[in-house]
């Protein structure tokens, strides 16, 4: 069995894309190849980052259209043979046109998984954190879940609590992050272990 292919789809800072490409250097490659890391943002730091550990870093980005931009994506994954396509910090709403093109090639299973800072279905969308945060909640936390054409409302995977205590706002977020690079690891070593099934791409 080949190595499971990943792309990472980022938008921002990159700190999950780093952690997960580091993990899956740990692994090997004979059981993980991250094959790319893909914005949609031009200044965004995740490319640099990427490129320092030594993954191709491509900016699709300034499309007049969704469809034309996904198309330039799909181009990509298609390329790249890719299984899994892990979105971290990637700030766009993938289409039913985008995710039905990649299970076509992935034996109808859904393989576009995402990290999202809260205890889905609460908090959705951006600024979780902070939300959360000013209500005071006395928990909230991370949860893995996969990718459909809602806002953070796919299958839930894996959730993990985080309280809330004394900390001030940045201690909290940093407290996330952490999880959120452990929890995003462990799927990638159940990939790459085969404890987590991969539908390997084949071309339709
Ligand atoms: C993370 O909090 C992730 O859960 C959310 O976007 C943030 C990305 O952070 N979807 P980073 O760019 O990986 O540091």
């Keep these: 069995m080949r190595p499971a292919r990943i792309a990472i789809l980022a938008s921002g800072t990159g700190s999950n894309a780093q952690a997960l490409i580091r993990k899956a250097q740990e692994l090997g490659a004979d059981k993980l190849e991250v094959g790319f890391v893909l914005s949609d943002k031009e200044e965004a730091p995740v490319l640099e980052r990427a490129r320092d550990l030594g993954v191709p870093a491509f900016l699709r980005a300034k499309f007049n259209d969704r469809r034309t931009h996904e198309d330039a994506i799909l ?76 806002m953070d409302t796919g299958l839930v995977l894996r959730q993990q609590k985080i309280s809330l205590g004394n900390e001030t706002l940045p201690e909290w977020s940093a407290k996330f992050h952490r999880v959120e690079h452990q929890i995003y690891g462990a799927f990638l070593t159940d990939i790459a272990e085969g404890h987590q099934k991969t539908c390997y791409f084949t071309e339709t």
């Design 75 to 150: 181009m990509l994954l298609k390329e790249h043979h890719i299984d899994w396509v892990l979105l971290a910090g990637y700030m766009r709403l993938l289409s039913p046109y985008f995710l039905k093109t990649l299970q076509s090639w992935h034996q109808s299973a859904s393989q576009v998984v995402n990290i999202h800072p809260s205890l889905l279905p609460a908090y959705p969308g951006v600024d979780s954190i902070a939300r959360a945060y000013t209500d005071r909640v006395s928990e909230s936390g991370v949860t893995l879940h996969l990718v459909d054409e809602g």
